[in-house]
């Protein structure tokens, strides 16, 4: 590979795609023709206003994201959301949230600060490898909203299909599918991800908000970063925010709408993650550990008959040139994580690898 790079399987921070590295490096130290780099740049500057402009665009072209919603780009991750969602979206107080893996207990565990949560739905009867059916959720009338985790990270489900939210808003964490697949956003009160999965640098999360649900009457003490109206009134430049974040996903968006947008990159998600899970079912030393239907197409964790050999194998995916594949705690075992700049390349040679180690070890 080039530049003695290696097959990169983080879960996140994770891989980029070169061609957009390879942009930025050329424009690292004069910003096309700015005589600056874009990390040195005001804010304020209309160079940078461009910039913003762009990515904000582009997304919009991406997702066709329709007019009634707001695009932000906010600081703090998307743990920060945890908090916010039900800040500002809980008028009377009542959420459900659907009990999927850790990403989902995590937002459950914020939101109960603030108000009264339903837990409608759980898979954590099976350590969370499969999404509970929510065709006929038990949803109180005065709930503001349904929360869920659309791909469990560490857990690797995803949903085949949305929950019955019998007509309530349904909110969204996309963070580690976003712009995997097509998306429809009016299905959606508000959708947000934290960039460093599936698009780029660490510390910023995008969120999709209808406007309606953009709320002037928040409890005063909610500190006014916190309010999505902040956000949406100063064009997400309230504070300074992060720019480096914006810029380069700004470039991944580009990149997405060159190579046919996506649908396009669905197929090639789709396409991918066969390779994968179409070894890990004709193996016998290795399994997935989620039921079929339900998993990811961007983390795909699996296991040996022990943690011993676990750890053999993740020892030697690391000395072949593979990093980042042992699985979080909470699993055990391996996980890939295939994002949408992971090469299809990158799969099918981890898959020989792994096929040539159970033949010699099996
Ligand atoms: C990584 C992740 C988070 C947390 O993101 P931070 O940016 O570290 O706050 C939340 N939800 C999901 C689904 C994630 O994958």
Not at 41 to 62: F, P, T
Not at 114 to 133: L, Q
Not at 195 to 222: F, S, Y
Request: one cysteine or more.
């Amino acid at each position: 590979m080039k530049y003695g790079r290696i097959y990169n399987f983080s879960a996140g921070p994770a891989t980029m795609p070169e061609p957009v590295l390879e942009e930025i490096r050329d424009e690292m130290m004069n910003y096309r023709g700015s005589g600056m780099c874009v990390m040195e740049m005001s804010h304020r500057s209309k160079v940078y206003q461009q910039i913003i402009d762009e990515a904000e665009q582009d997304l919009r072209d991406l997702m066709n994201i329709p007019d009634n919603y707001k695009v932000l780009f906010i600081q703090g991750g998307a743990t920060l959301q945890f908090a916010m969602v039900p800040m500002n979206l809980m008028k009377n107080g009542v959420a459900c949230y659907v009990e999927t893996g850790s990403w989902s207990k995590k937002a459950i565990a914020e939101a109960k600060k603030y108000g009264e949560v339903h837990v409608v739905a759980s898979s954590k009867d099976r350590n969370y490898s499969y999404i509970p059916n929510c065709d006929d959720l038990d949803i109180p009338d005065n709930a503001d909203y349904v929360y869920i985790c659309e791909n469990e990270t560490i857990h690797g489900v995803t949903w085949p299909k949305l929950p019955n939210t019998k007509g309530h808003i349904l909110v969204s964490d996309q963070s580690s599918m976003f712009l995997s697949k097509p998306c429809n956003v009016s299905d959606y009160g508000l959708i947000y991800a934290g960039v460093q999965k599936n698009v780029g640098p660490a510390g910023m999360v995008v969120v999709i908000i209808r406007e309606d649900l953009i709320r002037e009457d928040l409890d005063p003490h909610v500190p006014i970063y916190m309010s999505y109206k902040t956000h949406a009134d100063n064009g997400s430049m309230y504070n300074t925010p992060n720019c480096w974040a914006i810029y380069c996903c700004g470039k991944v968006f580009k990149y997405l709408k060159s190579i046919g947008g996506l649908e396009a990159m669905y197929k090639m998600n789709l396409d991918k993650a066969k390779v994968m899970y179409d070894f890990l079912d004709s193996s016998k030393m290795f399994k997935g550990t989620v039921d079929k239907e339900f998993r990811s197409l961007m983390n795909i964790p699996f296991v040996t008959e022990s943690a011993e050999l676990d750890a053999k194998v993740v020892a030697a995916t690391k000395a072949a040139g593979f990093d980042n594949l042992k699985g979080h705690k909470s699993v055990g075992g391996l996980r890939a994580s295939v994002y949408n700049a992971m090469p299809k390349d990158g799969v099918e040679a981890l898959v020989d690898f792994l096929k040539d180690y159970e033949a010699k070890n099996g």
